[in-house]
Nanobody, 124 residues
Framework: QVQLVESGGGLVQAGGSLRLSCAVSGLTDSRYSMGWFRQVSGKEREFVAA????????DYGDSVKGRFTISRDSGKNTQYLQMNSLKPEDTAVYYC?????????????????WGQGTQVSVSS
């Protein structure tokens, strides 16, 4: 059974930083790319960042480019999202996602597995 478990969310002041982690289990027989999405209640889930299987390719949503950094530790089956210069509009539930395949993807419909989500709240 595939499981994705996020951690690291919380409350932070504007301008601060947080690092999210996502531990993956049950995908040891496949190469997979990963990503982060976020969702505000009543709105569609939004692409944040993605990273390829090798870790050499990354992609970011326009609203986080230059502030967020995605990375992965394949040996630990874990991906990270370093979030700097946080803004109140970054407040959302952040979801970890995984996709069977090696390339980066940014569509919700292309992800195969999802975590349960972790709340990030940024106060002004």
């Amino acid at each position: 059974q595939v499981q994705l478990v996020e951690s690291g969310g919380g409350l932070v002041q504007a301008g601060g930083s947080l690092r999210l982690s996502c531990a993956v289990s049950g995908l040891t027989d496949s190469r997979y790319s990963m990503g982060w999405f976020r969702q505000v209640s009543g709105k569609e889930r939004e692409f944040v960042a993605a990273i390829s299987w090798s870790g050499e390719s990354t992609d970011y949503g326009d609203s986080v480019k230059g502030r967020f950094t995605i990375s992965r530790d394949s040996g630990k089956n874990t991906q990270y999202l370093q979030m700097n210069s946080l803004k109140p509009e970054d407040t959302a539930v952040y979801y970890c996602a995984a996709r069977r395949g090696v390339g980066v993807r940014r569509l919700v419909s292309e992800m195969n597995y999802w975590g349960q989500g972790t709340q990030v709240s940024v106060s002004s």
